[in-house]
């Protein structure tokens, strides 16, 4: 199940009313945040449209089942008309806890979005200068993080100004990237040691991740003892910034997205400033999305930061593909409401959220790798039309870039290259 809709990108804003996206993504009870907010396993997700079950075979399905796990993925599926008072029932009388706030947050979800649809349509009637429009986007942020189960403040959400990371090398940058990581496993350490054994050779400027970074369900505080098993211990001794974005798993604790931001308080290491950013590394500019809850507020800041650099390369980076021939699919989220913006502006979209490594054909400039081996067991992969290169093994990426071109090379843990691609001359 995938329910994670969003608003349309800001340049379209004027030309599709805000009716026609209500129509195709709100039903009956209003707007939906993503099911894996929720804590659903990212394994039942599937690509496409939101699908609603119906009640009344949910209804049934619920009375029969007696695994709690499942009778919770069940009472999630509950929402449209009718759905509350079955729901307030689970709530009050189901003799697990675990289903019982499992119909709680279903319930949350239809109220809070409700009142996103009400505030949807309320932006999308008469005219407002840029800062009335922008204090009202904010809102409807903050109501779709209630909706999620999240409660992030602004200051966690909100990107700072773009800021600049030192580059070292005279000749451009050389970045670290991988994603689907931290879970402890003797993959991940492998795989670690071999990066710190290429950085020995030849060092990084910096690390970016691409999500998922600590399993199962991210983290539990900014100071939880795992980040020294799942972050410290594997890189620490390469000293470098790393500069993450946050995957599903990340999302799946209520508490996480904050413990991930907070933590960069605690490890200069760590430079994790909001769930949204950019900065600017040599020929580089990076900008960092949440793919989680694609809101109107972050396609508005992205389509406004790429509009105003000048960097030479731009590399945007979440969790969630815009293609991908991998277990998931290319997520439909990202493909209708991101990629508009990068098309004809941006050079790379990095990305995780396969297990697996992939390049696959370049589209409107936009080139798009997956490096979603980063420590998790691989999946397998079948490669399909758009593959250019498709991998079921654990790997990260390497980035070369200066004035003139930029190289991405895919490497294992035995630090064999696997792939490469360039761009520029």
């Known amino acids: 199940m995938k329910l994670r809709p969003c608003g349309p990108p800001a340049r379209f804003l004027v030309a599709l009313p805000l ?15 993503p099911a894996r907010a929720q804590g659903l396993a990212d394994d039942e997700e599937a690509s496409g449209a939101p699908h609603r079950p119906d009640l009344a075979a949910l209804q049934v399905a619920y009375r029969a089942e007696r695994d709690d796990k499942k009778r919770a993925k069940l009472v999630a599926d509950m929402t449209g008309p009718g759905s509350a008072e079955l729901l307030r029932t689970v709530v009050e009388t189901d003799a697990s806890d675990e289903v019982a706030l499992a119909a709680a947050y279903t319930l949350r979800r239809a109220a809070v979005g409700a009142v996103v649809s009400s505030l949807e349509r309320r932006l999308s009637t008469g005219t407002r200068d840029a800062p009335a429009r922008e204090r009202l ?28 990371v030192k580059a070292d090398r005279r000749d451009g940058v050389r970045v670290l990237a991988f994603g689907d990581f931290g ?63 946050l995957g599903n798993h990340d999302w799946f604790q209520t508490d996480s997205p904050a413990a991930e931001i907070l933590h960069s308080h605690e490890d200069p290491q760590w430079r994790l400033p909001a769930v949204r950013y950019t900065f600017v590394a040599g020929p580089v500019q990076f900008f960092a999305i ?77 080139e798009f ?25 654990n790997g990260f990426g390497v980035i070369e870039a200066n004035k003139k071109t930029l190289t991405f090379t895919f490497l294992d843990a035995d630090l064999h290259p696997l792939h490469t691609f360039k761009l520029g001359e």
């Open 290 to 366: 949440d793919t989680n809850l694609v809101t109107r507020a972050e396609l508005d800041w992205l389509d406004r930061e790429l509009g105003k650099s000048t960097a030479r390369w731009k590399i945007v980076y979440g969790h969630h593909p815009i293609y991908s021939d991998g277990r998931h699919g290319s997520d439909s989220v990202v493909h209708d409401s991101v990629f508009p913006l990068l098309k004809g502006r941006a050079d790379l979209y990095l990305c995780g959220h396969e297990h697996d490594l992939q390049h696959l054909t370049p589209e409107a400039g936009v």
């Open 137 to 164: 986007v904010r809102d409807i942020e903050r109501h779709q993080m209630f909706a999620a189960g999240q409660n992030l403040p602004h200051f966690l959400r909100d990107a700072p100004p773009v800021f600049s």
């Open 183 to 245: 879970d402890g496993s003797e993959r991940q350490r492998r795989l670690a040691e071999a990066m710190q054994r290429l950085h020995q050779r030849k060092p990084f400027t910096l690390a970016v991740t691409l999500g998922d970074n600590f399993y199962p369900t991210g983290m539990n505080g900014p100071a939880d003892p795992r980040w020294e098993r799942d972050f410290k211990r594997p890189y620490g001794g390469m000293r470098i910034p790393f500069f993450p974005s």
């Open 369 to 393: 790798a997956v490096v979603g081996g980063g420590g998790a067991e691989p999946r397998p992969i079948t490669p399909g039309p758009r593959s250019l290169f498709a991998a079921s093994k």
């Open 19 to 33: 009716l026609v996206f209500a129509v195709a993504t709100l039903g009956p009870t209003g707007w939906l945040p």
